[in-house]
T-cell receptor, first 114, second 109 residues
């Protein structure tokens, strides 16, 4: 299993540009999430999905769109990048077992918006 | 709302024990977690504890949970230089995890 993969690893955008951060998992997990990590603020949830075709907003959804057409993929779209979106983005997927609840994280995408 | 607080920095000598502390607000959390993040990497789940437990031990790691004070701690015995990382406490909140800001652990040799 590759686990959770994210592309690209690094990206620089100009203000107003759009892009899609890709996330894929091969563990057949129902739940997938996107977080952003900023210094001194921990991880904050942007959007999440509890299954194909179902998405919901997290703590900081503004400026981001998601879709979940398949179980495996959960892309995050920035429609018009702003410097405030400079951050490290982590995708995660989750299995819900009988006695555990774990999230598997991807390696992250470091995004800089100039 | 839910909130998770951690101290920002801890420095220990190699071989000593490290204790990282966390407080949380949601008393209905089912599980509480500790994650480790090494430089340039994603988060790795270290351990978790079910909310009806007081303690969980896993090799060098000991998790203590004080439900009355909503206080969670992670003790690392015989801390090594490879333990230098950022440690995140998290609580489950419905389908979501709420993370603290992370504690930077620096191990001096």
């Amino acid at each position: 299993n590759a686990g959770v993969t994210q592309t690209p690893k690094f990206q620089v955008l100009k203000t107003g540009q759009s892009m899609t951060l890709q996330c894929a998992q091969d563990m057949n997990h129902e739940y997938m999430s996107w977080y952003r990590q900023d210094p001194g603020m921990g991880l904050r949830l942007i959007h999440y999905s509890v299954g194909a075709g179902i998405t919901d907003q997290g703590e900081v959804p503004n400026g981001y769109n998601v879709s979940r057409s398949t179980t495996e993929d959960f892309p995050l779209r920035l429609l018009s990048a702003a410097p405030s979106q400079t951050s490290v983005y982590f995708c995660a997927s989750t299995r819900r077992g009988a006695f555990s609840y774990e999230q598997y994280f991807g390696p992250g995408t470091r995004l800089t918006v100039t | 709302g839910e909130d998770v607080e951690q101290s920002l920095f801890l420095s220990v000598r190699e071989g000593d024990s490290s204790v990282i502390n966390c407080t949380y607000t949601d008393s209905s959390s089912t599980y509480l977690y500790w994650y480790k993040q090494e430089p340039g990497a994603g988060l790795q789940l270290l351990t978790y504890i079910f909310s009806n437990m007081d303690m969980k031990q896993d090799q060098r790691l000991t998790v203590l949970l004080n439900k009355k004070d909503k206080h969670l701690s992670l003790r690392i015995a015989d801390t090594q230089t490879g333990d230098s990382a950022i440690y995140f406490c998290a609580e489950s909140y419905g389908n979501k995890l709420v993370f603290g800001a992370g504690t930077i652990l620096r191990v001096k040799s």
